[in-house]
């Protein structure tokens, strides 16, 4: 179980009654969306509260379809669903359940209601209903059908159940307090009468439940513990918790749901404590909605391709554009769950999705705007195979099965990165130009000595040399190339179509209605590049491979289309084409590739971009004119321009940061951080002077330091030589990464050598075997339903296990014996 003090206040509630014995010790949550739409980013933090909630404390989680609604639910919706839970990293108990097989015992619980004078049939129009409700000073005025007997209510609510109304002419209603200061409890809606087909049960009932008196009783048939809820849905409690007791009577005759924990038959109801409901507070995206209607509206629009297009907010369209499910689990557990609203900067999502794929993708050379550069000093035909790395220093664990190098192919005829010559370079332009020097990526110096324009003075071709002694990237004469650039073969690269996704709203808080949407669209959410190229190696991945194209960002294949060849419009800039001009096409053309976020924040640098140019040309346009290049992200942004501009103002920094990501190998945003002041690079440098693996040194400062308090420049009591002993230990497998990690936040605060204190206290890797298997002999003993659970197919609790194993360890279990072991054990114990 988690420590009490690092709980959230749903977490707390839920430890009390486990340790109380509430619910018998049960938890059982239920994750209940309805079936209208696809699962959003709204929904996952919602997905991993249900779920993980339940699985941290022994529990289990049930998907439920809230399919009560028959005009706009779907059987595709459902199976999208649970698809993208699964996707997500989540498995549900049982099979998936719907409201509708409850559709029977709603309806014989309602007529009860009806016998009991706690329900009547009201025959006023919506329009009247609404004119009688009155406010929250005034109490609302009783329907002249209020006072209907019993049984002229049970008649006319079985004539209802017939199909002898049309829509529109009753409603049952509950009888509960027109005075209430709590609006949700004034007579609510209970059924209304539509004559819809429904997907799963056809044209079999004429009425519908609404949602408040279907979604608290399917939670008590269910026997679920705990209801989660957002904050909108708090008000609605009292009425959850109103219709839960007044369907106790044990003498309540209803149809018996096969499976149901509440009760199901006559006992429903009848166990106690009955369900309970919590709600927690959204975290609203910027730059996002999460609205179905609105993302339906975009879809029919046609705005977008589809529920699953890159842009959307969607786990379907998160899929497809990369973003992978560890990222979103990281970034719901960073958010949290809270008591009030707020808003989520998304560079906060950006930044796990750059932290996980960092980790896995590999690195290759692409580019994305050719320009052709001939090396004249090169023999035409000769191809020279240079070994790079597909993975920086320092990775804690790439990819099962991938190799550690990659041959790339330098060729007489190249293409460099438009954008990376400038034939009058601006001060601060490190890259190509004319009678300049830079590295190449991996490869050689190469030196700019005459531009080729065509007739309309547009450069399209360049013409070097370069240096055969460069080519393991130094110079024995010891000069260094101010710039590094990438590059690839004009011959030997393959041939790509890459979609360049950004933002699909140009305003952090797009709201209103269609038109207001419309407006709030980015024009430039999309960029389609037909003429890019990428080393050979992207041809012989595996489809569904993240990669990192280097000094560009992440990529991934796309999964529903290969776009044939195509050439771009006469009038079209650098090969590109405007959004929605791709499309499907037939397989057999270049490789397609979605981009799933920049190495750093584009519009960060766009906006930096756009200042330069301001400063350049007071007579251009300003970002505030037409507002397209979007607004800074606030905090990061204006850190960020603070360390651009005492790199601009100290060479040394900007030194330092050429250095740290050439020949060091860091990433841009690493390189960054590290090399924003004197005291951060005097930090860096100091840990890794031992000889430490430089990018292992570099995340852990970044990201960890970070978290126990400190930072790139001041670590508290941390010095420099013990985070570089600290990472050392983790490397070579002395202690977890979880004790690390608890360890840190000690040395923060109180320095210390990292070895000494593992030596002392004994914190060090827990790997002999016996030992371990003592402890998960004793977890499988511990948990006999979980491990019943496991031999009926639930696979999943595999996870449950080893958390448990590894609380019992305080972390210190070698994982991978830990795994080994459970699959042992389990294996017997079933």
């Not at 930096?608 to 290049?629: F, I, M, N, V, Y």
């Not at 990433?667 to 430490?692: K, T």
């Amino acid at each position: 179980m988690p420590h009490r003090e690092r709980l959230d206040f749903i977490r707390q509630i839920v430890a009390e009654d486990v340790l109380s014995g509430r619910h018998g010790g049960r938890v059982l949550t239920r994750f209940p969306p309805e079936p209208n739409g696809f699962l959003h980013v709204g929904h996952a933090s919602a997905i991993c509260l249900d779920f993980e909630v339940a699985r941290e404390y022994g529990g289990r989680t049930t998907l439920r379809m809230d399919d009560t609604n028959p005009t706009t639910e779907d059987p595709s919706y459902v199976e999208a669903i649970a698809r993208d839970i699964r996707w997500l990293g989540f498995e549900w108990d049982g099979e998936i359940r719907y409201a509708s097989d409850y559709f029977g015992a709603l309806y014989r619980m309602a007529l009860r209601m009806i016998e009991d004078g706690f329900a009547y049939v009201d025959s006023l129009s919506e329009e009247e209903i609404r004119a009688h409700r009155g406010s929250v000073r005034e109490p609302s005025r009783p329907s002249p059908y209020r006072d209907r007997s019993a049984e002229e209510n049970l008649d006319l609510f079985r004539r209802m159940r017939a199909g002898e109304f049309k829509d529109g002419a009753h409603v049952l209603r509950a009888r509960i307090d027109l005075a209430s200061s709590n609006m949700k409890l004034r007579d609510p809606l209970m059924y209304r009468i539509r004559h819809a087909h429904h997907y799963r049960t056809g044209d079999e009932w004429p009425i519908y439940p609404f949602y408040d008196w279907a979604h608290g009783q399917s939670d008590a048939i269910e026997g679920i513990t705990h209801s989660f809820c957002t904050l909108e849905f708090q008000d609605n409690r009292a009425l959850y918790d109103w219709f839960i007791e007044h369907t106790r009577p044990a003498s309540a005759r209803i149809d018996r749901v096969p499976g149901a924990e509440g009760g199901g038959g006559e006992a429903l109801g009848s166990w106690d404590p009955r369900p309970r409901q919590y709600e927690f507070a959204r975290r609203n995206l910027d730059y996002t909605i999460v609205s179905k209607r609105k993302l339906l509206l975009l879809v029919e629009d046609g705005h977008v391709s589809g529920w699953d297009d890159p842009r959307m907010p969607t786990l379907a369209g998160f899929r497809r554009r990369g973003i992978p499910p560890d990222a979103i689990r990281a970034f719901c557990r960073q958010v949290g769950i809270g008591k009030a609203d707020n808003r989520v900067e998304i560079a906060t999502l950006e930044w796990a999705v750059r932290e996980a794929l960092n980790r896995r993708a590999p690195r290759v050379l692409a580019v994305l705007r050719p320009l052709e550069v001939i090396i004249e000093n090169c023999p035409e035909g000769e191809v020279d195979w240079i070994e790079a790395p597909y993975f920086p220093r320092g990775t804690d664990a790439p990819p099962e099965g991938w190799p550690a190098r990659r041959k790339v192919p330098f060729t007489r005829v190249l293409y460099i990165e438009r954008d990376d010559f400038a034939e009058e370079p601006a001060p601060g332009f490190r890259r190509l130009a004319p009678g300049r020097e830079v590295r190449l990526r991996h490869g050689y110096f190469i030196t700019c000595r005459r531009v080729e324009k065509d007739d309309a003075g547009r450069i399209v071709r360049l013409h070097c040399t370069y240096d055969p002694e460069t080519r393991s990237g130094s110079a024995p004469d010891g000069r260094r190339p101010k710039g590094t650039i990438h590059w690839v073969s004009a011959t030997e690269s393959v041939p790509m179509e890459v979609r360049l996704y950004d933002r699909l709203f140009r305003v952090s808080n797009p709201a209103g209605d269609a038109e207001g949407l419309r407006e709030s669209l980015n024009p430039d959410s999309l960029q389609i590049l037909t003429d890019a190229r990428g080393e050979p190696s992207l041809a012989d991945g595996p489809p569904d491979t993240a990669w990192q194209f280097e000094r560009l960002g992440y990529f991934v294949p796309d999964r529903a289309t290969r776009a044939a060849a195509a050439t771009a419009d006469a009038d079209g800039a650098d090969g590109e084409t405007p959004a929605g001009a791709g499309g499907e096409a037939p397989t057999g053309g270049p490789l397609v590739f979605n981009r799933t976020v920049t190495l750093r924040d584009a519009w960060s640098r766009r906006a930096k971009s756009d200042g330069a140019r301001d400063a350049d040309a007071p007579e251009a346009r300003t970002p505030a004119d037409d507002g397209s290049a979007g607004p800074a992200v606030p905090g990061i942004d204006s850190a960020r321009e603070a360390r651009d501009a005492a790199r601009r103002a100290d060479p040394a920094l900007q030194t330092a940061f050429d250095r740290f990501r050439d020949p060091l190998g860091l990433p841009d945003e690493l390189a960054d951080l590290l090399s924003g002041s004197a005291e951060s690079v005097q930090y860096y440098e100091r840990a890794i002077g031992g000889g430490v693996d430089p990018a292992a040194v570099a995340t852990w400062l970044v990201h960890e330091v970070r978290g126990a308090g400190g930072s790139e420049g001041d670590a508290g009591a941390l010095e420099p030589e013990a985070l570089s002993e600290l990472v050392e230990l983790v490397l070579e497998r002395s202690i977890s990464r979880a004790v690390a990690k608890s360890l840190l936040a000690r040395l923060v605060a109180d320095g210390g050598s990292p070895r000494e204190i593992v030596g002392r206290e004994g914190l060090g890797r827990i790997g002999d075997t016996e030992q371990i298997r003592e402890v998960v002999d004793g977890v499988v003993a511990a948990h006999p339903a979980e491990v019943a659970r496991y031999a009926a197919g639930h696979t999943g609790l595999a996870g449950f296990f080893v958390g448990q194993v590894m609380r019992a360890t305080h972390g210190r279990a070698d994982p991978a014996i830990v795994r080994e072991l459970l699959e042992e054990s389990l294996n017997d114990a079933t």
